[in-house]
């Protein structure tokens, strides 16, 4: 197709959706679409929807996986709500993922998946490539599988493995459709099967006829421009919240000069921390992958006692699990982060989808009075600076911090502009200086209370540790009442006074006014994208976003009474809102929630905050 012939349609953003079978390699193709995203200058968000069962029944709607990317020149806070442009390789992904793409908007499928069988598996009585249902969008329906095959023909492969580049066909289409170049996706090939030059070239020829149908075919004469981003002036690279967070330690053990070690049993969604810290020897990372959770926490503790940072990573259900163990480092003051991968509960629930369920098992989820610092991440590049921020609390103030992230947050991705080390806050370990005369095991810094850190086979520190209460300064065995009393006031003292080393909490938009929307975690882009529209259309409405869990930030309780309305936004039944009615009982609290495995869409937070501003107008 000729230059003259082309319509470029401009606009700010846009949302892609990559819908296919499990086998189709859906998550593979929305994340090269994505680095290509990222080195073309936008700033985008992504959410990947993983099928809930790990071997469903082919073609069928169970075993749908998806990849969602919204990219744009403006800040970009959410993966989107609905999609501008839909990629559907079989019929089971466009029944369960028509009801995301805009009206009007572009739907590129494989017609060769459209076959009798392939529709009854679907759940389809007619095809919607003939029954006229489909009307209402751009429909380009190659036939892919029979082009693909054709674009390898003479590298003799045989049909099923020239069938698995097929996705590398749509994502070519892509690649036209937003004027995108194949070097960042040429050179990952070469990288991932340079073992194998023929898959390297098997891919890069499917891509290439991808662009060259897509250039060829008169349904795609239009293509769409979006200008990029204003980024800063950085290194920058796609990141996941799991690569982020396991990044955000390695930094945090640099700067407080403690060797990393992560314990940790293998868990959806948490395990690519594991993966990734496993990959980073050369920065003395230490990693153990045990043979359940209470061997990864408990193997945990013991490099804490021996002087290094210590992570254990988790979901739910291994939480539960760390909970003893959890006590036992609360009892020892030492220094771990526990970072919980929040997914669909209880028990099994949804591994692979998310929830923010865990809130009240991370704040009282143990026996006895046990309380630790909980903090939470709200995006995948802030995982980053969570695990870094987590780090530096539990080390600075020796108890024990939880990290929650969240299944959308970990397995997403965004732009990352990558810091520095030396820019980042320092991390001072009070660790204990040989042949201290003054020093005591349980002796207490003054302003934190927190005891210094003696690592063993330091001279003059012996002392002993364990799960039985502790004498206060001596830290021997006690069995006295009241000092163990005094000791469950100072544990939870010496935590109540981190609130004095937070920031105070930020509230977007006016000071005071009607409704202040709460939000935590990883709800935070696309609360923060409700507001602004929201804001926008001149109406009375302020967010606060928390990020410090336990303790909450100083000025809470003032900024909760400067609103008429608390409206708490949260994916599950209310257990934040709950939790600041413990504290702020005097306040009036609304609640919306979702607990469907899915994140919030922009339009359906607006609609519950124009419901509350109609009441309160009333």
């Known amino acids: ?8 349609v401009e606009k700010e953003d846009v949302v892609v959706r990559f819908a296919g079978d499990s086998g189709d390699g ?33 073609g069928t709607i169970a075993g749908v996986s998806g990849f969602q990317v919204h990219f744009g020149h403006k800040d970009i806070y959410t993966s989107g709500d609905y999609a501008d442009v839909l990629v559907a390789m079989n019929p089971a992904s466009l029944r369960s993922n028509l009801k995301w793409t805009k009206t009007g908007g572009t739907i590129i499928l494989d017609r060769d998946a459209f076959t009798e069988k392939g529709l009854k598996k679907a759940g389809y009585h007619s095809n919607p490539l003939e029954d006229g249902s489909l009307d209402d969008y751009k429909v380009i329906d190659p036939p892919i599988t029979t082009l693909t ?18 996705n590398m066909f749509a994502l070519g289409m892509l690649f036209y459709l937003f004027h995108r170049d194949f070097k960042s996706t040429f050179d990952f ?20 006829a991808g662009y060259s149908y897509a250039d060829s075919v008169e349904a795609m004469r239009s293509t769409i421009s979006v200008p990029p981003a204003d980024l800063k002036k950085g290194t920058y690279r796609n990141i996941t919240g799991n690569v982020a967070t396991a990044w955000g330690f390695l930094a945090a053990a640099e700067k407080a000069g403690r060797e990393l070690f992560l314990g940790s049993y293998p868990i959806t969604p948490a395990s690519e921390i594991l993966q990734e810290l496993s990959k980073h020897k050369q920065f003395n990372a230490r990693v153990f992958q045990a043979e359940d959770e209470i061997a990864g926490i408990t193997s945990t503790i013991g490099a804490s006692y021996a002087g290094a940072l210590g992570i254990t990573t988790t979901s739910g259900p291994g939480l539960s699990l760390k909970s003893e163990a959890i006590g036992l480092a609360v009892m020892t003051e030492l220094p771990i982060v526990i970072v919980d991968v ?25 026996n006895g009075e046990c309380p630790t610092i909980v903090i939470a991440s709200q995006s995948p590049v802030d995982c980053f600076y969570a695990a870094y921020e987590a780090s530096k609390l539990s080390v600075e103030h020796m108890t024990p911090t939880l990290l929650l992230t969240d299944g959308s947050i970990a397995n997403g991705s965004e732009v990352f502009r990558i810091p520095k080390v030396k820019e980042m806050d320092s991390i001072d370990a009070p660790i204990a200086e040989p042949n201290d005369e003054d020093f005591k095991p349980y002796k207490r810094d003054e302003k934190t209370l927190s005891r210094q850190w003696a690592i063993p086979g330091t001279e003059g520190l012996r002392h002993r540790v364990g799960g039985l209460e502790k004498e206060n300064i001596s830290g021997n065995v006690s069995h006295d009442p009241k000092n163990h009393q005094l000791m469950i006031e100072l ?17 977007v938009g006016k000071e005071s006014g009607d409704i202040l929307v709460v939000s935590w975690g990883g709800t935070f882009g696309v609360v923060r994208e409700a507001v602004k529209e929201i804001q926008e259309e001149g109406k009375s409405v302020s967010m606060a976003h928390f990020r410090y869990i336990n303790p909450l930030p100083k000025n809470t309780g003032e900024i909760l009474s400067k609103f008429k309305k608390i409206v708490v936004c949260e994916i599950n039944k209310g257990q934040f809102m709950n939790y600041l009615k413990m504290n702020f009982p005097q306040y009036d609290y609304d609640l919306y929630y979702k607990i469907q495995g899915l994140p919030f869409l922009v339009s359906e937070l607006k609609d519950k905050f124009n419901e509350v501003i109609e009441k309160l107008d009333q």
């Open 1 to 8: 197709m000729s230059e003259k012939n082309k319509n470029v």
């Open 26 to 58: 859906m998550q593979l193709t929305g994340s090269l679409f994505s680095d290509s995203t990222a080195v073309e200058g936008f700033d985008f968000a992504t959410f990947p929807d993983y099928p809930a069962e790990i071997r469903a029944p082919q």
């Open 149 to 166: 095959k054709e674009a390898v023909k003479d590298l003799n492969v045989d049909h099923k493995m020239a069938q698995k580049s097929k």
């Open 189 to 208: 090939f070469e990288e991932k099967f340079k073992k194998n030059p023929l898959v390297v070239d098997m891919n890069k020829r499917v891509l290439k």
């Open 342 to 366: 929040q997914r669909g509960g209880p028990s099994t629930g949804l591994p692979t989808k998310s929830e923010q369920s865990d809130l009240l098992q991370a704040l009282f989820g143990r």
């Open 491 to 507: 544990r939870q003292d010496k935590v109540d006074r981190v609130a004095d080393y937070l920031p105070e909490q930020k509230v």
